[in-house]
């Protein structure tokens, strides 16, 4: 198993970037697809940006690569989300997220939430206008 701790939410201004991290620990991060996802108020969660494993491939939802770049550090156990250029509308609470390897067998099958068995609890962005 893996445990997941998100950080660095807060409140911006319009236009604004943002970093945040996540710390894993447990089980070995670097076999899992690490992934990020948000949840809007009155809204379902939805997915953000994939990577996997090994850090050579990505998989972003749709208008999401614009603002959005996923990286990792499988030698520190840490993920990470850039966002830049941020808006209202990116107000959620973000959530990392961890999918064992041998689930993910498509680049698609990165972005299907239900893969994901391991999530952090959550840190909460807020983009003023």
């Known amino acids: 198993q893996v445990q997941l701790v998100e950080s660095g939410g807060g409140l911006v201004q319009t236009g604004a970037s943002l970093r945040l991290s996540c710390a894993a620990s447990?089980?070995?991060?670097?076999?899992?697809?690490g992934g990020w996802f948000r949840q809007a108020p009155g809204k379902e969660r939805e997915f953000i940006a994939a990577i996997a494993w090994s850090g050579k491939s990505t998989y972003y939802a749709d208008n999401m690569e614009a603002h959005f770049t996923i990286s990792r550090d499988n030698a520190n156990n840490m993920l990470y989300l850039q966002g830049s250029d941020l808006r209202p509308e990116d107000t959620a609470v973000y959530y990392c997220?961890?999918?064992?390897?041998?689930?993910?067998?498509?680049?698609?099958?990165?972005?299907?939430?239900?893969?994901?068995?391991?999530w952090g609890q959550g840190t909460q962005v807020t983009v003023s206008s």
């Open positions: 447990g089980d070995s991060f670097s076999t899992y697809t």
């Open positions: 997220a961890a999918a064992r390897a041998e689930l993910i067998t498509s680049t698609q099958a990165m972005g299907v939430r239900d893969l994901y068995g391991y």
